[in-house]
């Protein structure tokens, strides 16, 4: 009585009595997985994986739209019930990430800086339209010294290498900048987000279990404190529309 049905970005349009619909699965690419739902003409609202609708009655046309064009999946329609107790929220997650990285949203960057008290800098251009999502910023050097993480409205001078997307051969480029100076004391009202000791040729730094957001106009710095240094940084990021 229940039958298991295809759709793509297209939508589809499905002539068939059931009075049960539930939304199985769908990707969209790290866009939205939603879906429309009109039985006879009646709109039934939006969906997403894992949503179910059961009607006090049949009813013979179903049209699934899709709000993304990108957006393909699974639906289950017929006449009964269908109930689950299976926990799926870690493959959700897993499959969440490798949808930011297919969409192109997903950044690394490794600049390099020498001189005394040097800092690396992913800084957020003010006409970007996008807020910055730091994941990560770790770094090592060849003397050992003090570190630290810190928010700051300063756009350091140096250019390093842009970033690459996670999405190997990906066109899209980063509104981010990346950007290197010699003089890490020179910072307009620094916010500090973490710090620590750093040993020479040693990795140190900060896994953000919440990501840290760089609206447009501001920067991430990762420095240390020793003269006459060289500090490699690591920084891994993703950029959403503010």
Known sequence: ???????????????????FLR??????????????????????????PGDAVELPRECSAWEIAPNSGACAGIVRLGVGRVQSARLVGNVRVIDAERDKVAAGVCFRAAPSATGNAPVCQIYNPAASGKNLFIMSARGGALAADSWGVRVTATQHAGIASQAPNLSVGSSVAPVALIRTDATSAAVAAPRFYASGYMQANQDAGVEFRRPLMIPPGFGIDFYINAPSNTLRANFEWEEWPV
Request: negative net charge; hydrophobic residues 35%; aromatic residues 8%.
């Open 23 to 48: 939304y199985e699965s769908g990707s969209a690419g790290g866009a939205d997985e939603g879906i429309r739902v009109r039985a006879d003409g009646s709109d039934l609202g939006t969906y997403y």
């Open 1 to 19: 009585m229940l039958q298991t049905l295809t759709f793509t970005g297209v939508g589809r349009m499905i002539q068939m009595q059931a009075s």
